[in-house]
């Protein structure tokens, strides 16, 4: 299972309910073979943005959505407690070897955004490791795809 957290949501008027931006998580991450695991969505102000932006990617202006990969896509591998070698990590079969995937973080500016769904589930595939810079166009077809499917 996928587990979503949101943060800073609160304070924004016209927001994806909860239930939509996990959706939007959920289906960006069946996409692409991704069925469980952790990933966080936080809605900031310009500011921040600005400071993250800087911070990570040595540019020192607003954008709409950064991206923080953690564990990736691939599937993690814990040691057993038994023997002490590798076991597939299944979070969410409650065994050993249960490891939660952290994918990472999207954060979102919503004054530079002109479509929150659209900034989550791009977000969501960057996580994922599709980047739009260096493919032939697959992500944004899917980004596409997945918002239509969502009612968009």
Do not use: W, Y
């Not at 932006?53 to 057993?80: K, M, Q």
């Not at 079969?93 to 530079?112: K, N």
């Amino acid at each position: 299972m996928l587990e979503v957290e949101v943060f800073g949501r609160g304070h924004l008027s016209g927001a994806p309910s909860l239930a939509k931006i996990r959706r939007l998580c959920m289906d960006a991450a069946d996409a692409a073979g991704v069925h469980d695991g952790h990933v966080a969505v936080e809605f900031v102000d310009e500011q921040r943005i600005i400071e993250l932006n800087d911070a990570h990617r040595g540019t020192p202006s607003a954008t709409d959505v950064l991206s923080f990969p953690i564990d990736g896509a691939e599937p993690l591998v814990a040691a057993s407690p038994a023997t002490g070698g590798p076991v597939a990590a299944n979070a969410g079969d409650g065994g050993a070897g249960t490891v939660m995937r952290e994918l990472g973080d999207i954060v979102i500016c919503p004054a530079h955004t002109s479509d929150l769904s659209e900034a989550i589930v791009h977000g969501m595939l960057h996580l994922l490791g599709m980047d739009h810079e260096v493919d032939h166009g697959e992500m944004l077809a899917l980004q596409r795809r997945l918002l239509q499917q969502a009612g968009r």
